[in-house]
């Protein structure tokens, strides 16, 4: 069995793949998260997702390795993580009563080939007042999280509509993942 790697330390990247019932270790490793102000939003997280993946790679070229990652774009501004709470209130004011767009990269990096792809949610929130804001900053959940909110927990009471993958939003878009695997001869689990 080839080993499959998932270059992330995101608990929602790994139990994304846990779900699908793939054995898999996970290998992250620090990597400049900076680009080029003058990239795509695809751009971005195609060439950050591979930065991830390389980085891993280099230490297990024998193995199948996922990088991925996942930004924010309102109004052509990119919303990485929140480095504070107050940042995070900007941000989810910035986000309330519109639409906005998730972007996440995945760069897969095996012996067999490379593949790098993104996926483009389009993601609307509610009208949110200042009061729920601040209660959803102080919850915690915003800080670790790209636009500073989370899908797939509390910051679900947040969103009003989605047009596109879901899963691409939580981190990582699991039925390309899989195709893009098959097609680069991982075996599946099931």
Not at 20 to 33: K, N, Q
Not at 95 to 107: P, Y
Not at 139 to 165: F, H, R, T, W
Request: hydrophobic share 40%; glycine share 6%.
């Amino acid at each position: 069995m080839q080993n499959l790697i998932l270059a992330s330390s995101s608990p929602r990247r790994k139990e994304l793949l846990e779900n699908l019932r793939f054995s898999f270790t996970i290998s992250s490793s620090e990597v400049d998260e900076t680009f080029d102000p003058k990239l795509s939003p695809d751009e971005i997280v195609m060439e950050l997702a591979e930065r991830k993946a390389q980085a891993v790679f280099k230490q297990n070229n024998h193995a199948f390795v996922i990088g991925s990652d996942t930004i924010v774009v309102a109004d052509n501004e990119v919303l990485g993580k929140p480095n504070d709470e107050a940042e995070a209130f900007e941000m989810l004011r910035t986000l309330s009563g519109k639409q906005h767009d998730v972007f996440t990269g995945v760069a897969i990096l095996s012996p067999t080939g490379t593949t790098r792809f993104y996926e483009k949610t389009e993601v609307w929130f509610w009208e949110l007042t200042d009061e729920e804001i601040r209660s959803y900053v102080k919850s915690g959940e915003p800080l670790d999280k790209a636009g500073a909110y989370g899908i797939q927990q509390l910051g679900s009471m947040l969103v009003k509509k989605i047009n596109g993958d879901y899963f691409a939003v939580v981190g990582l878009p699991l039925a390309r993942t899989v195709r893009e695997l098959k097609r680069l001869g991982y075996p599946m689990p099931y």
